[in-house]
């Protein structure tokens, strides 16, 4: 019996040794549901989680087991186990936890979940099916979802901000917003395309050009960046660099959708009509631009251009019955009669808005305000933005007076960047830094004045004055009260010089200001005197509820300081100028 034993035990066996461990039960598991018997598939992986209690892959697969079985409350426990205990990078264990949310019909519970998900997950694993449950969730929830960013597009949603802003004309924001995407992520080159367009729609022309150069430098065949810098060189004279870029542009035949727009609109810039209409009649034949009436504008502008009149008539035609409302279509349809007389020039605007001479017209018919829609129009922004940089004297004069009618924070970026440029003259400065205070600006404003650095202290107007007293405040604001709705801001702002220029020949010596609205009603009459309006002491007195005798006896007082009769020319040159015009 012993030596029987022992030949058993020198015989080799066939019986292979089972070693349990977490990899046998997870192959059983996958095994278990590859037949579709959850049962087993979690039973299998319950025994992998005892052996690798750490292991978060292990808790994550049963979690995911549990949510197939209907399970979701368990399922969504032991994933919120997962990224707060053992690892949290595991961002995936959010969308599982959205998908069990809202099978549990939880929609706010699942959108949170979600959310985070995108806000977290670098990797973008999930990214369409979140976006598809995002959708369910709006529907559900009857509400937007409040998503803020999406971490696998890191940048991308900021982009898509950004290019809404350059499209509302908030040009400063857009910018401030794009410089953060292109230092956090200095490859994405589609932010650095719109930034320089969005520096070149506020006039910084070097800075629009330096960027679409880092652009062709990174990617020399950038369709977008070819465009802007033709349109850059175009504006700059540039014949010698824009010729050969747009013998290029020629010969380019792009593929997708939004570079065959791009490159049409930018040779109809250009004025090249005929590759602009090849481009956009290829567009007209994609089904899903069929229905846009801007398009439809572009093709006609760029038909009429070369000579198809007819088709540019249908083409705008068609625009009217997309878009019923607009007058833009109509007006270029009346143009296109006046062109086929002879009357007028050909229409070459590819904008799909009336001209900017037009828009002021309609401006000039209201009172005293811009219209709402020309405050947002793009288009009238960036001119106002670049005329403000680049115009002459008087231009740049006539954009401060509009920007004090568009008010909103954009327009007070703006101004406070002019009064620190140390080109631009004093004069119109002081004259961005009324209508800032006019417009609610009542902080410290630094400037540079007379060559120098200085801050214009809270609510203060800008003066050589070492003081500057309540009282003569109480003057100024009473007057420009009561000149509000009558008088322009230059009008009023040259009623602050004459008073801050009374003051100054005066002091310390001013005299005792009994009366403030005697002498503000002084002010208003010298000023609507230079400016050759008609107006009497007896009307101030009334408007200003003073004496004539009061009122007179200011107003003489301030021209025997001021000398305003024999030096008006020399005291405002601006308003000299504005008359021999």
């Given at each position: 019996?012993?030596?029987?034993?022992?030949?058993?035990?020198?015989?080799?066996?066939?019986?292979?040794?089972?070693?349990?461990?977490?990899?046998?039960?997870?192959?059983?598991?996958?095994?278990?549901?590859?037949?579709?018997?959850?049962?087993?598939?979690?039973?299998?992986?319950?025994?992998?989680?005892?052996?690798?209690?750490?292991?978060?892959?292990?808790?994550?697969?049963?979690?995911?087991?549990?949510?197939?079985?209907?399970?979701?409350?368990?399922?969504?426990?032991?994933?919120?186990?997962?990224?707060?205990?053992?690892?949290?990078?595991?961002?995936?264990?959010?969308?599982?936890?959205?998908?069990?949310?809202?099978?549990?019909?939880?929609?706010?519970?699942?959108e949170e979940a979600l959310i985070r998900y995108l806000e977290e997950d670098e990797e973008g694993q999930f990214l369409d099916e979140a976006e598809e449950m995002m959708e369910l969730l709006h529907f559900e929830l009857e509400r937007p979802p409040r998503l803020g960013f999406i971490k696998a597009r890191e940048g991308f949603y900021e982009h898509d901000r950004a290019r809404s802003m350059l499209e509302e004309g908030k040009f400063v924001e857009a910018v401030r917003l794009l410089e953060s995407i292109v230092e956090k992520n200095g490859d994405f080159l589609?932010?650095?395309?719109?930034?320089?367009?969005?520096?070149?729609y506020m006039g910084r022309f070097e800075q629009a050009m330096a960027t679409i150069k880092e652009v062709l430098g990174m990617e020399p065949g950038n369709l977008h960046a070819m465009c802007n810098l033709a349109i850059f060189h175009q504006h700059a004279g540039d014949r010698e660099?824009?010729?050969?870029?747009?013998?290029?542009?020629?010969?380019?035949?792009?593929?997708?959708?939004?570079?065959?727009?791009?490159?049409?609109?930018?040779?109809?810039?250009?004025?090249?009509?005929?590759?602009?209409?090849?481009?956009?009649?290829?567009?007209?034949?994609?089904?899903?631009?069929?229905?846009?009436?801007?398009?439809?504008?572009?093709?006609?502008?760029?038909?009429?251009?070369?000579?198809?009149?007819?088709?540019?008539?249908?083409?705008?035609?068609?625009?009217?019955?997309?878009?019923?409302?607009?007058?833009?279509?109509?007006?270029?349809?009346?143009?296109?009669?006046?062109?086929?007389?002879?009357?007028?020039?050909?229409?070459?605007?590819?904008?799909?808005?009336?001209?900017?001479?037009?828009?002021?017209?309609?401006?000039?018919?209201?009172?005293?305000?811009?219209?709402?829609?020309?405050?947002?129009?793009?288009?009238?922004?960036?001119?106002?933005?670049?005329?403000?940089?680049?115009?002459?004297?008087?231009?740049?004069?006539?954009?401060?007076?509009?920007?004090?009618?568009?008010?909103?924070?954009?327009?007070?970026?703006?101004?406070?960047?002019?009064?620190?440029?140390?080109?631009?003259?004093?004069?119109?400065?002081?004259?961005?830094?009324?209508?800032?205070?006019?417009?609610?600006?009542?902080?410290?404003?630094?400037?540079?004045?007379?060559?120098?650095?200085?801050?214009?202290?809270?609510?203060?107007?800008?003066?050589?004055?070492?003081?500057?007293?309540?009282?003569?405040?109480?003057?100024?604001?009473?007057?420009?009260?009561?000149?509000?709705?009558?008088?322009?801001?230059?009008?009023?702002?040259?009623?602050?010089?004459?008073?801050?220029?009374?003051?100054?020949?005066?002091?310390?010596?001013?005299?005792?200001?009994?009366?403030?609205?005697?002498?503000?009603?002084?002010?208003?009459?010298?000023?609507?005197?230079?400016?050759?309006?008609?107006?009497?002491?007896?009307?101030?007195?009334?408007?200003?509820?003073?004496?004539?005798?009061?009122?007179?006896?200011?107003?003489?007082?301030?021209?025997?300081?001021?000398?305003?009769?024999?030096?008006?020319?020399?005291?405002?040159?601006?308003?000299?100028?504005?008359?021999?015009?």
């Open positions: 019996m012993k030596e029987k034993k022992r030949a058993a035990a020198g015989r080799k066996t066939n019986v292979i040794p089972v070693q349990w461990d977490a990899t046998f039960f997870f192959e059983r598991a996958v095994q278990s549901l590859d037949r579709y018997h959850y049962d087993k598939a979690l039973k299998y992986f319950r025994r992998a989680v005892e052996y690798e209690p750490d292991n978060p892959v292990n808790h994550c697969n049963m979690a995911g087991i549990l949510s197939e079985m209907g399970d979701y409350g368990e399922s969504n426990r032991i994933l919120r186990m997962i990224v707060e205990e053992l690892d949290p990078t595991m961002t995936e264990c959010h969308f599982y936890m959205a998908n069990n949310y809202a099978n549990l019909e939880q929609y706010e519970a699942a589609a932010a650095r395309n719109n930034l320089a367009l969005a520096y070149y660099e824009l010729d050969p870029l747009v013998a290029l542009l020629r010969k380019t035949v792009p593929f997708h959708q939004e570079h065959v727009f791009k490159l049409a609109t930018t040779m109809g810039i250009l004025g090249e009509h005929g590759d602009a209409y090849r481009h956009f009649v290829r567009l007209l034949k994609d089904g899903s631009l069929r229905y846009d009436p801007c398009l439809y504008h572009y093709t006609a502008v760029a038909a009429c251009n070369i000579g198809r009149l007819d088709e540019a008539q249908r083409m705008w035609q068609q625009a009217a019955k997309l878009d019923p409302d607009s007058n833009v279509p109509g007006y270029y349809l009346e143009q296109l009669t006046r062109f086929r007389s002879g009357d007028d020039p050909v229409p070459t605007s590819y904008h799909y808005h009336l001209p900017f001479e037009e828009q002021f017209k309609l401006w000039e018919k209201t009172s005293d305000t811009m219209p709402d829609h020309l405050k947002r129009d793009p288009l009238v922004r960036s001119s106002f933005f670049w005329a403000l940089r680049h115009g002459d004297r008087q231009t740049k004069l006539q954009v401060i007076q509009a920007l004090g009618m568009i008010a909103d924070g954009e327009v007070k970026d703006a101004l406070k960047a002019f009064i620190l440029e140390p080109q631009e003259e004093d004069y119109l400065k002081r004259m961005a830094i009324f209508v800032l205070r006019s417009i609610g600006v009542h902080e410290s404003l630094p400037a540079m004045l007379e060559g120098r650095e200085t801050v214009i202290e809270h609510s203060r107007m800008p003066s050589r004055l070492p003081v500057w007293d309540d009282k003569w405040q109480a003057v100024l604001e009473a007057a420009l009260l009561r000149m509000n709705k009558h008088y322009d801001l230059v009008q009023q702002h040259d009623l602050l010089t004459l008073w801050i220029e009374f003051l100054s020949r005066v002091y310390p010596d001013v005299p005792r200001l009994g009366k403030v609205e005697g002498w503000a009603a002084a002010l208003e009459y010298l000023t609507a005197k230079m400016h050759r309006r008609a107006i009497s002491y007896h009307e101030v007195s009334v408007r200003y509820g003073t004496s004539i005798a009061t009122v007179s006896k200011c107003a003489k007082r301030i021209d025997e300081i001021c000398g305003i009769k024999e030096k008006m020319k020399l005291i405002f040159p601006a308003l000299a100028d504005r008359h021999r015009d």
